[in-house]
């Protein structure tokens, strides 16, 4: 033990502060094992991502020979880390990340050809071979929970082969190119209109404009991921639940065209029209969920969903519960026909309604006065999503007040509601007597919503 001395104090001899030489050690020491510790924890990140990935490998042992299973991947990710780790700490190792890269995309070559000589199928496991040293690169520059996500999405992938497949071959060829179709085309329109710079009277197209061009793609982009999901859910149980689960989820496809299915389902095969009008009520009900969605992704400020998220979750879980209390005898599962959303026909439809109501409400609002407004909402017989995107989306540019758009969108649903009685009236007498009764009450109860809506804006 010494002492040291402090102020004036110290002068005189008097030292008064004892300092153990162990503790200065310790401080030196500390920092250096500080870094220790966190190499050994990301070297067990890196192990864990390799291993997650190879152990999935490992369980296809009984389907044929694993080549590279639960030591190969570890050793393959903590190599990637090693690597980076390097890499970080002196930039002159930034090359050996490349050559790492490229020694590995030997390896996985070559384990491709032994896989072709041995008659092992597929290209998967090289693919995940040069993912997993990739994985081991980002813990090794710190970017730890990018590691993980990237190999949790990659043993996702790889262990729900079976299930991708059957989605797959849900698809027919046609449905898969207009899938491509609409895919590859939004996806270059969006950076192109991100990029668009208008002026005159066309500006209102532009960025920040009131019908800016990237933010109906966008939305367009977003509508139809959501329908296309439940397409896909609906094709693949549907036929198993029957219409009653086909209708709840094809009310986030098409309302209006679920309806339609229906009624032509119903009309072939009599036996199922009480399930049949289970169905149409369930999908109207799910509509108002759909709605609420595409509000609260069209405003993301909240200021209109805010406002109509209680209405509509009430008068959904209204439709619902009247919908599941319908006597049903279904006696075969058949699948209902609904066209995939993801195309290029129904897209630019929904944009096309996107547009023109967008376009209508800022001249009426402009022309005429906020209340004419509300004539938007007569866009529900074709689109209450266009509708409902439409004013959330003008509520954030500020052309629409909150209070208006959302009194607008519960009008909208109202009316969307009534149009599945003229759909089912129109299409199929028998489906229309059993939902009248259940679509009268759904309609009610988004009327007495709208009215309640109206009457908190007044005090509003």
């Given at each position: 033990?010494?002492?040291?001395?402090?102020?004036?104090?110290?002068?005189?001899?008097?030292?008064?502060?004892?300092?153990?030489?162990?503790?200065?050690?310790?401080?030196?020491?500390?920092?250096?094992?500080?870094?220790?510790?966190?190499?050994?924890?990301?070297?067990?990140?890196?192990?864990?991502?390799?291993?997650?990935?190879?152990?999935?490998?490992?369980?296809?042992?009984?389907?044929?020979?694993?080549?590279?299973?639960?030591?190969?991947?570890?050793?393959?990710?903590?190599?990637?880390?090693?690597?980076?780790?390097?890499?970080?700490?002196?930039?002159?190792?930034?090359?050996?990340?490349?050559?790492?890269?490229?020694?590995?995309?030997?390896?996985?070559?070559?384990?491709?050809?032994?896989?072709?000589?041995?008659?092992?199928?597929?290209?998967?496991?090289?693919?995940?071979?040069?993912?997993?040293?990739?994985a081991g690169v980002l813990v090794g520059y710190d970017h730890v929970l990018e590691a993980?996500?990237?190999?949790?999405?990659?043993?996702?992938?790889?262990?729900?082969?079976?299930?991708?497949?059957?989605?797959?071959?849900?698809?027919?060829?046609?449905?898969?190119?207009?899938?491509?179709?609409?895919?590859?085309?939004?996806?270059?329109?969006?950076?192109?209109?991100?990029?668009?710079?208008?002026?005159?009277?066309?500006?209102?197209?532009?960025?920040?404009?009131?019908?800016?061009?990237?933010?109906?793609?966008?939305?367009?982009?977003?509508?139809?991921?959501?329908?296309?999901?439940?397409?896909?859910?609906?094709?693949?149980?549907?036929?198993?639940?029957?219409?009653?689960?086909?209708?709840?989820?094809?009310?986030?496809?098409?309302?209006?065209?679920?309806?339609?299915?229906?009624?032509?389902?119903?009309?072939?095969?009599?036996?199922?029209?009480?399930?049949?009008?289970?169905?149409?009520?369930?999908?109207?009900?799910?509509?108002?969920?759909?709605?609420?969605?595409?509000?609260?992704?069209?405003?993301?400020?909240?200021?209109?969903?805010?406002?109509?998220?209680?209405?509509?979750?009430?008068?959904?879980?209204?439709?619902?519960?009247?919908?599941?209390?319908?006597?049903?005898?279904?006696?075969?599962?058949?699948?209902?026909?609904?066209?995939?959303?993801?195309?290029?026909?129904?897209?630019?439809?929904?944009?096309?309604?996107?547009?023109?109501?967008?376009?209508?409400?800022?001249?009426?609002?402009?022309?005429?006065?906020?209340?004419?407004?509300?004539?938007?909402?007569?866009?529900?017989?074709?689109?209450?999503?266009?509708?409902?995107?439409?004013?959330?989306?003008?509520?954030?540019?500020?052309?629409?007040?909150?209070?208006?758009?959302?009194?607008?969108?519960?009008?909208?649903?109202?009316?969307?509601?009534?149009?599945?009685?003229?759909?089912?009236?129109?299409?199929?007498?028998?489906?229309?007597?059993?939902?009248?009764?259940?679509?009268?009450?759904?309609?009610?109860?988004?009327?007495?919503?709208?009215?309640?809506?109206?009457?908190?804006?007044?005090?509003?």
């Amino acid at each position: 033990m010494f002492y040291r001395g402090f102020g004036a104090e110290s002068q005189t001899g008097i030292d008064f502060l004892p300092i153990n030489k162990d503790y200065l050690r310790l401080a030196r020491i500390l920092p250096a094992l500080a870094n220790e510790i966190t190499f050994i924890y990301d070297l067990l990140i890196a192990i864990a991502v390799g291993a997650l990935v190879g152990l999935e490998r490992e369980h296809h042992r009984d389907e044929h020979i694993v080549l590279a299973g639960i030591r190969t991947f570890p050793l393959v990710s903590v190599s990637g880390f090693i690597i980076s780790y390097l890499a970080s700490l002196d930039p002159a190792f930034d090359m050996l990340v490349i050559a790492g890269m490229v020694i590995i995309s030997i390896f996985a070559v070559g384990l491709l050809y032994m896989q072709y000589e041995m008659k092992v199928p597929g290209f998967t496991t090289p693919l995940a071979f040069v993912v997993t040293y990739l994985a081991g690169v980002l813990v090794g520059y710190d970017h730890v929970l990018e590691a993980v996500v990237l190999s949790v999405a990659t043993t996702f992938l790889l262990i729900s082969k079976k299930h991708l497949h059957r989605f797959a071959q849900l698809l027919t060829e046609r449905e898969i190119i207009g899938a491509l179709e609409f895919i590859t085309i939004g996806f270059i329109l969006y950076p192109l209109a991100l990029e668009l710079h208008l002026s005159g009277p066309l500006a209102v197209f532009g960025r920040g404009g009131a019908l800016d061009l990237s933010t109906t793609v966008l939305i367009v982009i977003f509508v139809s991921s959501i329908s296309f999901v439940s397409f896909l859910v609906v094709r693949w149980k549907g036929p198993s639940r029957g219409l009653r689960f086909s209708g709840l989820l094809g009310g986030l496809v098409n309302s209006e065209a679920a309806t339609a299915s229906i009624c032509n389902l119903a009309n072939e095969k009599k036996e199922v029209v009480k399930a049949a009008a289970s169905g149409i009520v369930l999908a109207n009900a799910t509509m108002f969920i759909r709605n609420l969605v595409v509000c609260m992704f069209a405003d993301q400020s909240l200021s209109t969903a805010s406002v109509v998220a209680l209405p509509l979750l009430a008068v959904s879980a209204i439709g619902m519960g009247v919908g599941f209390l319908m006597k049903v005898d279904e006696t075969g599962k058949e699948p209902m026909k609904v066209a995939s959303p993801f195309a290029i026909a129904p897209a630019l439809k929904f944009g096309a309604m996107f547009v023109i109501v967008s376009a209508v409400t800022i001249l009426v609002r402009q022309y005429i006065g906020v209340e004419a407004v509300y004539v938007t909402a007569l866009g529900g017989f074709i689109s209450s999503a266009a509708v409902v995107a439409s004013v959330s989306t003008l509520t954030v540019a500020g052309q629409v007040d909150p209070w208006v758009a959302a009194e607008t969108i519960m009008i909208a649903c109202m009316i969307s509601s009534l149009n599945k009685l003229i759909i089912s009236r129109a299409l199929s007498r028998e489906v229309f007597s059993r939902s009248r009764a259940p679509l009268l009450v759904s309609a009610v109860s988004v009327a007495l919503a709208v009215v309640s809506v109206f009457a908190v804006g007044a005090i509003h």
